[in-house]
């Protein structure tokens, strides 16, 4: 079946560095793509999706291209804030069915 | 716009206690309703999907169910709430033309069972 994995955190990084989260899909057909960013003590909000090769998704400065030659949708972001400290989920949507990678954990220290 | 709402926020039940959670949809009509937890440290287990009112499909076998009595309203029960219940719920929309394509997370209720 259709799966997403996602690199493991978590991840911690000093504010103003460059921030690449992993992510990798299997899936038959063509799915969407999607980012979701999950702060402490709350449910989860779109960041970004990407509905065909090649597209890029983007939203606060984070960024993710669909590669589907390497099954991927990395999320970058060029100089993270403390305020960007959350979990991050990959997730696609194949027809009907949504799957959602285990999340990463990202903390940003000032 | 749509909005998402759940209740309560927070919760704290004793082990073998009956359990309700709602959640409602505004500004949008036939969204497919999705129900998740999300243990500590862990991430989205899907437990139910509704297409429709009073239709229902279980992800995993637990001692929950849930329910869909009205279009935009889904509510996850239990008759006796184990250990392993303690969790974060979400509930998730999607909806018709032009916004099928994404789920929309509600804020969550975090379920602590002792």
């Not at chain 1, 449910?43 to 589907?68: C, H, I, M, V």
């Not at chain 1, 970058?76 to 799957?99: H, I, P, T, W």
């Not at chain 2, 899907?46 to 509510?75: H, K, T, W």
């Not at chain 2, 219940?85 to 069972?113: E, I, K, M």
Request: proline share 5%; charged share 15%; with cysteine.
């Amino acid at each position: 079946g259709d799966s997403v994995t996602q690199m493991e955190g978590p991840v911690t990084l000093s504010e103003e560095a460059f921030l690449t989260i992993n992510c990798t899909y299997t899936a038959t057909g063509y799915p969407s793509l999607f980012w979701y960013v999950q702060y402490p003590g709350e449910g989860l909000q779109l960041l970004l999706k990407a509905t065909k090769a090649d597209d890029k998704g983007s939203n606060k400065g984070f960024e993710a291209t669909y590669r589907k030659e390497t099954t991927s949708f990395h999320l970058e972001k060029g100089s993270v804030q403390v305020s960007d400290s959350a979990v991050y989920f990959c997730a696609l949507r194949n027809n009907n069915d949504m799957r959602f990678g285990a999340g990463t954990r990202l903390t940003v220290k000032p | 716009s749509q909005t998402i709402h759940q209740w309560p926020a927070t919760l704290v039940q004793p082990v073998g206690s009956p359990l309700s959670l709602e959640c409602t949809v505004e500004g949008t009509s036939n969204p497919n309703l999705y129900w998740y937890r999300q243990a500590a440290g862990r991430g989205l287990q899907l437990l139910f999907y509704s297409v429709g009112i009073g239709q229902i499909s279980s992800e995993v076998p637990q001692n929950l169910s849930a329910s869909r009595p009205q279009d935009r309203q889904f509510i996850l029960s239990s008759k006796k709430l184990l250990l392993s219940d303690s969790g974060f719920y979400l509930c998730a929309w999607r909806g018709g033309l032009g916004l099928a394509d994404t789920q929309y997370f509600g804020p969550g209720t975090r379920l602590t069972v002792l």
